[in-house]
């Protein structure tokens, strides 16, 4: 590839690992599998075919993909031409409208059922578009889910997200669970590619098909989160497939239950388990847990420190975003990510207790959601709990749930009696849910984060 391995591209670290791993699998889908050469091969295609269409450095394109070898290939091209990407799984397709005003985007780059390059005619003027192309960087825009309002667009500095890969570091074969546009998702990618590491992608992200991709392309790492090992735990997909490949399970994005993290310990005793933090605004810092059944983490890793104030986490990062797009800064103004976790500390531990704008205000008493659905996880009744707050004209706010049961068929009253009782004895009255929702579908996102509102 022109510039490959050389000072004049940004990608030039990459480019040497690529070419030194030569045959080794960098992505598996099924039967599909894509070599390092065939990722530089392909970035070479790609590259020529995106300045033929018009783009260049500081161009702002929406990448339509997954982890397949043509996304791969053109992500890395756009950022070897210092273009500014916004990554778009399918699973957000339908907020590509969207996505594509906030971003001002001036082209659209579909690379999964057809492969297209197609101009907007739109003309990115946002000013940190301008300090990106004054530093001759390119960039990495990032959606939030935008479920309680219209997402924020994270701006990222190319050079600072990805300069923590120069490190190499463990070579381990990895399922590809996070979505392609999720800040876990992108540090999960170049964490492998760095490491000349073999990427498996699952054919879907149900239990069935994630067990079935770990068996057959032996992934030792599965990132994921909580309401998923929940659904797998469930599911028993575990004891239909060989996953004895298994080494390390990491999981966040939400807060874990204490019971499903045990019996995710008893059901793989031999993997290592491994809280990660990570927000869109920051990327991931590296992460300890301090041991497999503890919710108490470490974070922190070079260019990373972190503080609280008033019980919330505030994080400065080396790799934080240049700032929103759409949004006032969030940064105060030392340079500290104000990001509204509520913590426990103990050391140089910390302990998440749930989101401060998801805290119940009951008549003055504050409720803690994760603490009210930790307990109900404890009914082998319930398969999901989303706890929420109910707008009440006495006391301010309630606290309501959304249940979905393990069995279909059971009784909606027999269910909300059993909440009650459970309850009764281990938690202040205010704090019992005064309306149950029993639902059938799914409380959590394609993003694997519970659906509160």
């Not at 004895?425 to 694997?448: A, N, W």
Request: charged share 20%.
């Amino acid at each position: 590839m022109e510039g490959a391995g050389s000072a004049a591209s940004p990608l030039a670290f990459l480019w040497e690992r690529f070419e030194a791993a030569g045959v080794a699998p960098a992505l598996v889908a099924g039967d599909a599998v894509t070599s390092y050469g065939d990722l530089i091969q392909g970035a070479e295609s790609w590259r020529t075919r995106l300045r033929a269409a018009g783009v260049r450095a500081g161009s702002v394109v929406l990448l339509k993909g997954d982890y397949r070898a043509s996304s791969v290939s053109t992500l890395l091209a756009l950022l070897d031409l210092g273009a500014i990407v916004a990554p778009i799984s399918p699973t957000s397709y339908e907020k590509l409208e969207d996505y594509a005003a906030i971003a001002e985007a001036e082209f659209i780059v579909e690379t999964l059922a057809d492969e297209a390059i197609a101009a907007t005619g739109q003309t990115p003027a946002n000013p940190l578009y301008e300090s990106l192309r004054a530093a001759g960087d390119s960039g990495l825009l990032i959606f939030s889910s935008g479920s309680t309002g219209r997402p924020k667009a994270a701006l990222h500095a190319g050079s600072r997200l990805l300069d923590k890969f120069r490190t190499p570091r463990r070579n381990l074969r990895t399922l590809a669970f996070l979505l392609f546009d999720h800040i876990a998702g992108v540090d999960t990618l170049f964490y492998c590619l760095s490491n000349a590491s073999t990427i498996v992608a699952p054919g879907s992200r149900d239990p069935e098909a994630v067990c079935r991709a770990i068996a057959q392309g032996r992934a030792e790492v599965l990132p994921t989160a909580p309401s998923f090992l929940n659904l797998l735990l469930l599911s028993g997909a575990a004891e239909r497939f060989d996953l004895s490949s298994l080494k390390i399970i990491t999981y966040g994005s939400e807060m874990m239950p204490q019971a499903t993290l045990e019996r995710v310990a008893e059901t793989f005793p031999g993997v290592q388990l491994i809280q990660r933090y990570g927000a869109s605004e920051l990327g991931s810092p590296r992460s300890q847990s301090r041991d497999n059944r503890s919710r108490w983490v470490r974070i922190g890793g070079d260019g990373v420190d972190w503080r609280v104030q008033d019980g919330k986490l505030e994080v400065r990062s080396r790799s934080a975003m240049i700032g929103y797009l759409n949004a006032p800064s969030p940064f105060t103004e030392d340079g500290y990510f104000i990001t509204g976790d509520l913590v426990e500390v103990d050391g140089d531990y910390i302990r998440f207790l749930g989101r401060d704008s998801d805290v119940i205000n009951v008549g003055g008493q504050k409720v803690h959601p994760a603490e009210v659905e930790e307990l109900l996880q404890q009914l082998d009744t319930i398969a999901e709990v989303a706890v929420y707050g109910e707008a009440n004209p006495i006391l301010g706010a309630v606290v309501a749930c959304r249940v979905r049961p393990t069995q279909p068929d059971m009784a909606a009253s027999a269910l909300k009696m059993a909440i009650r009782a459970h309850l009764a004895e281990k938690v202040e009255p205010y704090k019992i849910p005064q309306r149950v929702v029993v639902t059938q579908q799914p409380l959590s996102t394609d993003r694997g984060k519970l659906l509160r509102r």
